[in-house]
Structure formats: structure tokens, C-alpha cells
């Protein structure tokens, strides 16, 4: 049971990345309000592919619930009912959660796929939620850190839900990604807890120190560079996709505390690879730190001196993301090892 339960984790965590991944698409391509009700898509389960499909034309059968565009704005059925000959307004009432009424068949797809994904998510942790509790008697912290998640994954559904209603508010879609750190790192903790594998690493306490710190400082950077993508997004609606010579023009403070604290993270991170090859600790993973953090540098450098290249911005995202998972691991293999060396 607990093998299985640990499958079904790796799978979770694996859709987690591809939410991520999803999510970084959909703010690419600009797709975030491609559906502009939630949980429906402009009142359909299943999206319209032409904007045919949500305009009021006569003599169709309109459910409650579904939205039309008309002088651009969005009206949603009150009722059931066939449209007559005309036009009858007493059948819609005004969309008021926000006024963003333009249909793009790509982007309706693009965001609707992103929230197909993340429904899907929600299978294995439901199984996930049902197998702990086989496990209970064994280990409850494995069934109390199972039910917490599964609790985080329900906050995170409903801010989704608020995203779409602030018609894509940064600070809320800031929120939308912490959060998702979060249930990536309980998804890490339950897998490393039911892993069968034997430690291969050795415990070092100035290691550990060191991982706790380029740890917290990955958050740091994250949160600092969550800050900078929020200032993006407002100038963007200020001067529009096609100014990207703009965007960092005059940016804040936080852009330059994330540029240069980069230089520290990158410091920390060395010493610990250094300090992990030189006394044969046994490390694995700090060779995807390095990397990470290689392309993570040349990421951020193009999106600074080429003004954004296309995806530069999303890759960076899902690398910041994989760097904290890693370090993570990185962290319960140390308090492993220090917990192994205790019982000797």
C-alpha cells in the first residue's frame, strides 16, 4: 500500500509541474481571460470553438447560465428559453464580475486546457486522500499531511475562481502561485516519507545549515521575482504587449533586490556543490541545482537585455519552481541522513 500510495504522489506532483507549465503557457500567450466565468467557459463545460456560439441569434435554445457577447459586453441567460424573432433584454442581465468581453478561440482553448489539467490533478490526490488513511495506524503524520494538502488543493481551486473574477489581478495571481509551492512541497514530503530507499547520503551539519539557507533564500528570490512579474503584468495593461522595450524601463526596487541577490543564491549553491564533491557527501541532485540555475541566469539576462523573448519569462517561472522542489528533496535526504545517523 504505501508503494502505491508513493506512485500515486509522484504522479501528483507531475501534474503539479504540468499545472505550472500550463499556467506559464496561458500567461504567454496572454490567454488568461480566454474563458471568462469559472468553472464553466462562457457557461459551457465544454468550450465554443466560434464566436457563433456566443452570440444571441433568433430562434436558438439558450440554457441558464450561458454568456453572449452583445455590444461588447457580456450578458449571461437568466432562463431557459428559444430566442424569438428580436432581441428581448428581460431574458440576460449585464456579466458584473468584470467587463472583459472579447472572444479568441486560441486563447479560450489554451486557458481551458490549463484548467483541464488542474481537474485532473484532483483525481490522484483524491486517491492519494483515500489510500492514507489504509496507512493511518502506520504512520498518521503520512494521512494528516495527505488531508492537509488535499485542503490546499481546494483553497487553490477557489482562487482560481478569483483570478478569473479580478479579471486576472496580479497580486492574486501571486497568491495562485505560492500556493501551488506549497502543495508541490507537501507532494515532496509525502513521496520522500514513503520512499523505501535507503539513505545514500551523508550527514554533514554544515551542509544542512547551508541547504536550509540557499533554501530560503530560492524563496526569497521567488517571492522577490513573483514582485517584479507583478510589476510586468501592470505594464503591460499600461502600454500594451507590444512595448516590451518598456516593461523594466523604470522598474521598481524589488527588480534590482532580485537581480542582485541572484549573485548570492548562486554563491550559496556553489559552496554547497563544492562542499558536497570534496567530501564525497553523496549529493546527487546539486548537479540539477547547477544546472537550473544556469539556465535559470541566461533566462532572466534575456528577458533584462532582449526584452522578453518569447517564453523567456514562463521558463524562468517553471525553473524558479523546479529549484525550489530540488532543494527541497535536497533538505529531507540531509534530515534523513542526520536522523539515520542518530539510530546507529
Request: with cysteine.
Amino acid at each position: 500500500m504505501q508503494e502505491n500510495f508513493s506512485k500515486i504522489a509522484k504522479i501528483s506532483l507531475v501534474l503539479v509541474y504540468l499545472v505550472i507549465v500550463a499556467g506559464a503557457i496561458v500567461r504567454v500567450t496572454g490567454s488568461g481571460m480566454g474563458c471568462p466565468d469559472w468553472p464553466k467557459c462562457f457557461g459551457y463545460y465544454i468550450p465554443p470553438t466560434d464566436i457563433s456560439e456566443i452570440q444571441w441569434t433568433p430562434n436558438k435554445d439558450f440554457k441558464k447560465g450561458q454568456i453572449i457577447i452583445v455590444n461588447e459586453s457580456l450578458q449571461v441567460a437568466v432562463q431557459d428559453f428559444e430566442s424569438t424573432l428580436n432581441y428581448n433584454q428581460s431574458n440576460w442581465e449585464p456579466y458584473t464580475k468584470h467587463e472583459y468581453a472579447t472572444f479568441n478561440p486560441w486563447h479560450t482553448w489554451i486557458e481551458y486546457i490549463n484548467r483541464l489539467v488542474t481537474v485532473i490533478l484532483g483525481i490522484p490526490m483524491l486517491i492519494l486522500f483515500i489510500l492514507s488513511f489504509w496507512l493511518y495506524k502506520k504512520d498518521k503524520v503520512i494521512t494528516i499531511v495527505t488531508v492537509f494538502t488535499l485542503f490546499v488543493l481546494g483553497i487553490q481551486a477557489v482562487l482560481g475562481k478569483i483570478v478569473v473574477d479580478t479579471n486576472l489581478k496580479p497580486t492574486m495571481i501571486s497568491v495562485h502561485m505560492l500556493i501551488a509551492l506549497l502543495i508541490m512541497a507537501m507532494l515532496i514530503y509525502l513521496i520522500h516519507r514513503t520512499s523505501k530507499q535507503t539513505t545514500s547520503v551523508k550527514y554533514d551539519k554544515k551542509l544542512l545549515v547551508t541547504l536550509a539557507i540557499a533554501f530560503v533564500a530560492s524563496l526569497f528570490q521567488i517571492i522577490m521575482g513573483i514582485q517584479v512579474r507583478q510589476y510586468v503584468d501592470f505594464q503591460i495593461d499600461v502600454l500594451g504587449e507590444g512595448m516590451q522595450t518598456q516593461w523594466l524601463q523604470n522598474p521598481t526596487v524589488s527588480f534590482y533586490i532580485h537581480r542582485s541577490f541572484s549573485i548570492l543564491v548562486v554563491f550559496i549553491n556553489s559552496f554547497l556543490a563544492y562542499r558536497i564533491y570534496k567530501y564525497s557527501l553523496g549529493y546527487n541532485k546539486i548537479n540539477w541545482v547547477m544546472i537550473i540555475l544556469l539556465v535559470e541566469i541566461i533566462s532572466g539576462m534575456a528577458m533584462y537585455y532582449l526584452d522578453f523573448p518569447f517564453a523567456s519569462q514562463p521558463l524562468h517561472l517553471v525553473l524558479a519552481s523546479l529549484l525550489f522542489g530540488v532543494q527541497f528533496y535536497m533538505i529531507l535526504e540531509a534530515l534523513k541522513a542526520k536522523r539515520s545517523l542518530k539510530t546507529l
